[in-house]
């Protein structure tokens, strides 16, 4: 039997999807997983203005793990995080619900919670800035209006700070949450959602019993989007307390800046950056070692 020889237009469409992907690949081993790697090097060395490739061993963590606005940014961290978090899937999850009925205008609805999605962190920092500044925002207007004891002054207090950012990080994401619950709500199969009422079940039982617990991949997906995006954020600080007062706003994306580009001390930078990269492997590695475990034994 003779084989016939692939002609170049046979090598060309089996070389032409890979030559196409190439770049991107590049691009993504490059700038992406390249930087981690690099950044992981800076972590162990002295680096401080420029980099240096002077090893020195956990130095750099040992004082970070000594430097207090760390472990304010850490704390604040747990505190933006865990509201941010918990509010926008809890506002999320109830819009989502409700724009399930097929309420009227929920067109008209769906374009006012999409909005924030439009706008970046940097002009929602600062609308928020803006609003509530105690001496222009909501705080003046109301005194304005006669309500000379009120005081709303969140934005200036060291104690409550974190707080205006957790309201300008809900208002910027709760839309994307509703939109990817609402998503999932009209996928799931009506058919169930029918069975369930002819067993005499009610709505609310129907949604917390059977439609909920079938969405925890989104579930899953929202809380890593929403994780991710606490643990990065960097321009809603920068545009609405830029860290202040003092560094009572502090995240860690904020003190890796400081401390890599503002203070010369890129080593330490270079360390809070591993760490918050821990961060987000603790979360996601253990979800997908059980999520992983779990198809094996199915």
């Known amino acids: 039997m003779v084989l016939s020889k692939a002609s170049p ?32 090097v800076l972590s162990f060395t002295n680096s401080s203005f420029m980099p240096s490739y002077k090893w020195v061993g ?54 006012i919670y999409l909005y924030p999605m ?22 003046k207007m109301l005194r304005d209006w006669g309500w000379e004891g009120f005081r709303f002054d969140w934005l200036v207090d060291p104690n409550r ?15 994307f949450v509703i939109a990817l619950f609402l998503a999932g709500l009209r996928g799931v199969d009506q058919s169930i959602v029918r069975a369930a009422q002819i067993d005499g079940a009610s709505l609310p039982s129907i949604y917390l019993r059977i439609i909920l617990p079938s969405l925890r991949p989104v579930f899953f997906s929202a809380v890593m989007i929403l994780s991710h995006i606490a643990i990065k954020s960097f321009d809603l600080v920068a545009a609405m ?3 202040g007062p003092g ?4 995240l860690p994306a904020m003190f890796m800046y400081n401390f890599t580009f503002s203070r010369g001390q890129m080593g330490v930078g270079s ?7 821990g961060a987000i492997l603790a979360i ?15």
């Open 9 to 40: 237009l046979d090598a060309l469409q089996r070389w032409l999807p890979k030559l196409v992907v190439a770049p991107t690949m590049l691009v993504v081993m490059v700038g992406f997983y390249g930087y981690i790697l690099w950044t992981l």
């Open 58 to 111: 956990l130095q750099q963590y040992a004082r970070l793990i000594d430097n207090d606005r760390w472990w304010v940014a850490s704390k604040n961290l747990l505190v933006f995080g865990g509201l941010f978090i918990g509010i926008s899937l809890v506002i999320g999850v109830l819009l989502a619900v409700l724009l399930d009925q097929r309420i009227r205008r929920e067109g008209f609805i769906r374009t």
């Open 118 to 139: 439009a706008l970046s962190m940097i002009v929602t920092g600062t609308a928020w800035q803006w609003l509530l500044n105690p001496g222009l925002g909501i705080d």
């Open 161 to 175: 700070v974190i707080y205006c950012l957790v309201i300008a990080a809900v208002w910027q994401a709760s839309g």
């Open 241 to 243: 307390t830029a860290g």
């Open 247 to 250: 560094y009572a706003s502090d």
């Open 271 to 277: 360390a809070s950056a591993m760490m918050m990269l």
């Open 284 to 298: 996601l590695v253990p979800y997908l070692y059980s999520e992983l475990r779990g198809k094996r034994h199915d």
